[in-house]
């Protein structure tokens, strides 16, 4: 089973390639950001939209979408 990969600021700069990179590597990559970006969609990987990584209301809805799911490398782009 592939590992799971959560990064957070991946619709642009470090964050996207890190996603591209990532995924590369057969990581299941979930792509958190404020908002998307045509680059992050065309990788074909779970993006998690509306991700404000300052605000803990949105943190709380981010954990909600992850669910049970066991997060084994988080990078925290921003
Ligand atoms: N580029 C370099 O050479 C370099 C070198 C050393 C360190 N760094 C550091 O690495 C980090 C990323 O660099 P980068 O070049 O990839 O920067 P970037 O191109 O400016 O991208 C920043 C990312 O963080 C997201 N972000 C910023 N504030 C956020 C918030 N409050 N909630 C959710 N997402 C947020 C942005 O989303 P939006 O599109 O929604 O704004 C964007 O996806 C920065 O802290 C930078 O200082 C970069």
Same mark, same amino acid.
């Given at each position: 089973m592939s590992k799971i990969?959560?990064?957070?600021g991946s619709n642009r700069g470090i964050g996207l390639e890190l996603c591209?990179?990532?995924k590369q590597r057969d990581f299941d990559v979930i792509a958190a950001c404020?908002? %998307?970006s045509p680059a992050l969609d065309a990788l074909g990987v779970e993006v998690i939209e509306s991700?404000?990584? %300052?605000d803990l209301k949105s943190i709380a809805g981010l954990v909600a979408k992850l669910s049970d799911?066991?997060?084994d490398l988080n990078a925290d782009i921003k």
């Open positions: 990969a959560l990064v957070t591209a990179q990532l404020r908002q %998307s991700v404000e990584v %300052s799911r066991h997060v």
